[in-house]
């Protein structure tokens, strides 16, 4: 078992050799290094942080945002072993095969490959989050015992089910960094620098191939490592400032000659309370407000529309879950009561619960990255994000939400409220799903993608990227396992790559 | 001090029948709570009076009316012949019903997602008699 190295111990001016520099050590970086462990590969991973959160290093990633109200770019990540897992919710769910397809009404919509070529790798990623046997929708069978699902009539929106990483003590998910330390130390051909931040991709001269990477540490030590492959795997931000900043070569920055890395930046928009749900008799199953643990499967029932559905209405996707239970102003007390008397059914027992939802964003260019005039402590100039979001987004969401309240009338189960129609309303409920994405987006047309569908930057031999930011749209799903399962992908690439 | 009140046959009976009147009409008025309600008068009460709660709908048909217009574009006229053409052969629930079915057969009323019959009943329900 080896230690991890701490790159402030490393000699100033050393030249590190290597097969493969893995720069990042969040989930996408440390799923590498462990899919590779048994290859003849030699492997070195470089870190920023060291194993604990550091405020130096944290304001690294500080930067600038305007437009549409976003969090701060330094608070919706974390910089050190484990990466953004160190925070992260643990909601997992696979991409939907719909979230892959060309939607011709959804502009810059579309993967270079269908679900078929990702479904290999779900199992193993989902074992890596440790979420347990892969049963997802086929949750109403495991929790039968618990309850029923919501009572809603045929049509465009479904009970669909989440599952959760593993729960330690009262913490709710797999932290990459401390759950893997001990197996990234047994890998006998990795080395791994904590405290290593990549300052510059530098190319050899004729643009097509990485030679060296800079790297300094907050110590003032300065040293390369030069790999015959490197993994850019640092998050969507990230990823698109080391891209954008290695520019003494590309002016425009590293495969960035049609202008698209930084663009696309999305998240998940999460507004709070967006709508009240009745349910007549007042029966809700416990797995919708909460999580159900059956048989090592941790699961919650959200609500989520078909893929018929967003086909037919030209819909992005999302997910609406059930929250705390609310009391009926008199107005939502006259309808209910009316409703109910209408439709011949006793709602002596009622309930009205508050509704939440994660949305899809539509791929939008102007939404974006881009460098500032400022530098960080390491000289680095830091990033200025414009934000963007359609009020469509939540157009949209209406529709779907309006679908639900149809369908719970239809079956006289239920009804809806819809909280929110300004912008403004929206604005006021308006959070995040800490999300990064689509920074690097993948296309197999150099013109419409960073990264090619082997996650190679288009034009660059020896430079992959790993992570949402290759994420050309982005689903409603949380990324971490969809991210984790692509990253799989990659390194079987990469298996074949170094035979 | 005064020396305690002696419990008459009379005082028990009268509280008796006290406590047996008031849970006669709890019971009342779960059982059979349209009995005590505000019966519509007017134009529109063969209509109205299928809810059995006008109050209530008359509570929600006035929200209508404050929204977004739809609801004042109609008008109560054009809803009462609605609705007696709608109820033609269908019961109430039904007509609702089919409602949820077909383009443009829900509205919102204060953001609550109903079937537009019903919206139109409630305004019915809010015209005054």
Same mark, same amino acid.
Request: contains cysteine.
């Given at each position: ?35 590779? +462990? ?86 193993? +990623? ?139 930046? +999305? ?109 960080? +402590? ?122 | 001090? &005064? =020396? =305690? ?49 006008? &109050? ?5 048909? &006035? ?27 269908? &019961? ?22 109903? =079937? ?11 015209? =005054?008699?």
């Amino acid at each position: 078992m080896s230690a991890f190295v701490d790159a402030r111990t490393v000699p100033d001016g050393e030249i590190l050799e290597t097969d493969l520099a893995i720069i990042g050590g969040g989930p996408a970086g440390i799923s590498l290094a462990l899919s590779l +462990a048994a290859a003849p590969i030699r492997m070195v991973l470089l870190e920023s942080g060291g194993t604990q959160f550091d405020g130096a290093t944290q304001a690294l990633y500080a930067g600038s945002e305007t437009g549409y109200r976003y969090l701060k770019l330094d608070g919706s990540r974390l910089r050190f072993l484990g990466g953004s897992t160190n925070h992260w919710g643990g909601w997992c769910r696979p991409l939907s095969r719909i979230d892959f397809e060309v939607r011709d009404w959804m502009a810059y919509s579309g993967w270079p490959f269908s679900r078929k070529e990702l479904e290999p790798y779900f199992a193993p +990623a989902q074992s890596l989050v440790e979420a347990g046997p892969l049963v997802y929708d086929k949750g109403a069978q495991w929790t039968k015992s618990i309850g029923s699902p919501i009572g809603l009539a045929d049509g465009g929106v479904y009970t669909s089910w989440f599952q959760f990483s593993k729960m330690r003590g009262s913490v709710l998910p797999t932290h990459f960094g401390e759950r893997y330390a001990d197996d990234l130390k047994r890998i006998a051909r990795l080395t791994t620098l904590l405290n290593a931040n990549v300052v510059a991709l530098r190319l050899a001269k004729d643009a097509t191939r990485l030679d060296h990477l800079d790297v300094a540490t907050l110590g003032g030590q300065r040293f390369r490592v030069r790999p015959k492959v490197a993994v850019l795997a640092c998050g969507a931000i990230e990823n698109a400032r080391l891209l954008l900043s290695s520019n003494d070569v590309m002016t425009e920055g590293i495969g960035n000659v049609n202008d698209l890395v930084g663009r696309f930046f +999305a998240d998940h928009p999460i507004p709070r309370d967006c709508a009240t749900m009745v349910l007549f008799d007042g029966r809700l199953a416990p797995y919708y407000s909460s999580n159900a643990t059956v048989r090592g499967a941790i699961l919650r029932a959200t609500l989520s529309p078909t893929e018929e559905f967003q086909r037919s209405r030209n819909l992005p996707a999302s997910l609406t879950t059930v929250e705390n239970e609310v009391k009926l102003d008199d107005l939502g007390q006259a309808a209910v009561a009316t409703v109910a008397d209408a439709l011949g059914v006793d709602a002596g027992h009622a309930r009205a619960f508050s509704v939440g939802c994660g949305l899809e964003m539509v791929p939008d260019p102007e939404c974006r990255l881009v460098l500032d005039g400022e530098r960080d +402590a390491l000289g680095m100039p830091r990033l200025k994000l414009k934000m963007r979001v359609a009020d469509s987004n939540f157009a949209h969401y209406r529709e779907t939400m309006k679908e639900l309240g149809r369908q719970l009338l239809a079956a006289r189960t239920g009804m809806i409220r819809l909280n929110q129609k300004t912008h403004d309303e929206w604005l006021a409920v308006m959070d995040w799903g800490n999300h990064h994405m689509g920074t690097t987006r993948m296309s197999a047309n150099p013109r419409q993608g960073v990264v090619d569908p082997d996650c190679l930057v288009h034009g660059i031999a020896n430079l992959y990227v790993a992570g949402s930011s290759v994420f050309p749209t982005y689903g409603a799903s949380n990324p971490t396992m969809n991210l984790v399962a692509l990253t799989l992908r990659l390194a079987a690439h990469l298996r074949k790559q170094f035979r | 001090m &005064s =020396p =305690p009140r002696r419990l008459t046959r009379r005082a028990v009976a009268g509280g008796a029948i006290a406590v047996g009147t008031a849970a006669a009409a709890a019971v009342a008025l779960r059982v059979a709570p349209g009995f005590f309600r505000r019966r519509a008068h007017g134009a529109y009460a063969d209509l109205v009076n299928r809810l059995g709660d006008p &109050s209530q709908a008359a509570r929600v048909g &006035s929200a209508w009316l404050d929204g977004d217009g739809q609801g004042r574009r109609i008008g109560a006229h054009q809803a009462a012949d609605d609705l007696r053409r709608g109820l033609a052969g269908r &019961s109430l629930d039904q007509l609702l019903l089919d409602d949820t079915v077909r383009d443009g057969g829900l509205v919102e009323v204060g953001g609550w997602v109903l =079937p537009l019959s019903l919206a139109k009943l409630c305004l019915l329900a809010a015209q =005054p008699d």
